[in-house]
């Protein structure tokens, strides 16, 4: 027994040196408290989330929310309603202009071979112009980078260029194999506009072989009028196939024709809701997604997910009644598919109201199972995080590591604010991305709540123990 007791002294010394030790080099650690905390957060948002259903309004009701559209203001006001309804602190809406292009009717495309026709499934790239009113006609090119095309220089006059390099199935992170292929759509007309091409299609940022032609934004930079030539994303089926049908055939012909029009920029709004912080009001953790979405589908996975996920950490904390000792705003950003517009605002006003934001976390990349977090901080922010991952393993958290923000937080980068993805499972987002097939029917009920409240527990902690 006086052993036991002996042993239980020097237990009780070492804590205590412990503890003096973490006071004493001001290294916060959690608790058994906060495994409570972020268990309930959990347990409410599996057995009593509202995410699901919001997301069911805002992909069923309102639909595809480009920017400028009827849509997108439709969402706006509904955004505000919700987080007013829901008792935030505050919320108001913030004004930015954004900009305001329109798909027109449906584009056709085909090819033919002697007197064979074969049908194509495509859409418009978004910020393209179009084609005559007749369409354009002409025999086509296929390269595999923008590399490749300049190199052909004047070669490429007079034809339709077809860029088809395809995503690297080897890379288990699939957002590396878009990040590997994404400068074709981005870039491929401006870089061959000035040889004089008819238009340019290109192979749908996917591993999906289906027949969804996936849209995106592209650009035309600063070159002249006269070297802007239409741009549309062709379906990997029909890319594979045309691909195949040139390799017998390279004088076939292909025809498109699209009617999108770019309109003058258009007013609208970022949509945020605060909870008031009971220590540090003037001090921010923003946690966001982008409203806009592309036109194609309902914006389900890209970025309704994240939008409801958002609003959903601030609804958690009320319910769990807890009171963040910063102030904490759900940021519904607007304009992130076609021009940043809302993201940079929002960091625009923040620098010019002086308002010292030490976090942010974006979730945009669709709502599929929880894995982890990506973070963009200085070196003792991103330790403390790290540290964090044995309390959110048990939640499937094991991805920490550093890396990239996000596109709509990042215009707050500062050496003391930390930007925060939400990585969820990579796997299927892009059989969805800017497709047609982004719907509501696309997303699980629970892989949804997992990650509002994966967000949640991390928010939580980023407010006791970020400094």
């Avoid at 290294?27 to 989330?49: H, M, Y």
């Amino acid at each position: 027994m006086k052993h036991f007791f002996i042993a239980v002294i020097l237990l009780i010394a070492f804590s205590s040196f412990n503890s003096l030790k973490s006071v004493k080099n001001s290294e916060p650690t959690v608790n058994k408290a906060d495994s409570i905390v972020v268990r309930q957060l959990f347990n409410s948002a599996l057995s009593n989330g509202k995410s699901y259903q919001w997301l069911d309004h805002l992909s069923n009701n309102i639909g595809g929310r480009l920017s400028g559209s009827p849509q997108a203001q439709q969402a706006v006001e509904w955004g505000e309603k919700l987080m007013k309804d829901l008792g935030f602190d505050k919320v108001w809406l913030q004004p930015v202009m954004v900009p305001h292009w329109v798909r027109g009717e449906k584009e056709v495309a085909y090819f033919t071979i002697g007197k064979i026709k074969y049908d194509v499934a495509i859409c418009a790239l978004g910020g393209s112009v179009p084609t005559p009113k007749k369409g354009v006609s002409g025999e086509v090119v296929e390269v595999n980078s923008l590399a490749e095309a300049e190199a052909l220089g004047e070669k490429l006059r007079g034809k339709i260029v077809f860029f088809n390099r395809p995503f690297e199935d080897t890379l288990i992170e699939t957002f590396k194999s878009y990040g590997g292929c994404v400068d074709q759509r981005g870039g491929g007309a401006k870089v061959t506009g000035k040889f004089g091409v008819l238009g340019v299609i290109v192979r749908s940022m996917t591993h999906s072989i289906d027949n969804f032609p996936h849209t995106g934004a592209m650009g035309y930079g600063d070159i002249p009028d006269n070297e802007k030539v239409p741009a549309a994303a062709i379906s990997t089926i029909a890319a594979n196939l045309l691909s195949e049908k040139l390799k017998e055939n390279p004088n076939l012909k292909f025809y498109f024709k699209q009617s999108c029009e770019t309109l003058p920029d258009a007013p609208s709004f970022n949509v945020i809701g605060e909870m008031t912080g009971s220590e540090f009001p003037d001090t921010y953790i923003t946690v966001g997604g982008h409203l806009d979405s592309w036109d194609l589908g309902d914006g389900a996975h890209d970025d309704g997910t994240g939008i409801v996920q958002s609003i959903e950490v601030l609804r958690l904390f009320q319910l769990n009644g807890i009171k963040p000792k910063h102030t904490i705003r759900a940021v519904l950003f607007m304009n992130e598919e076609n021009g940043l517009r809302g993201g940079r605002k929002y960091a625009e006003e923040a620098k010019k109201n002086n308002e010292n934001h030490i976090a942010a976390l974006e979730s945009d990349s669709g709502g599929f199972t929880p894995r982890g977090f990506s973070i963009d901080a200085n070196g003792k922010n991103l330790a403390l995080i790290k540290s964090w991952k044995s309390l959110l393993a048990p939640y499937g958290l094991h991805d920490i590591n550093e890396g990239y923000g996000g596109a709509d937080i990042d215009p707050l980068k500062a050496e003391t604010t930390t930007l925060i993805s939400y990585k969820p499972d990579s796997q299927r987002y892009f059989d969805y991305h800017h497709a047609a097939n982004d719907t509501f029917d696309k997303v699980n009920k629970r892989e949804l709540e997992l990650g509002a409240a994966s967000m949640a527990a991390l928010v939580y902690l980023l407010d006791n123990y970020l400094q």
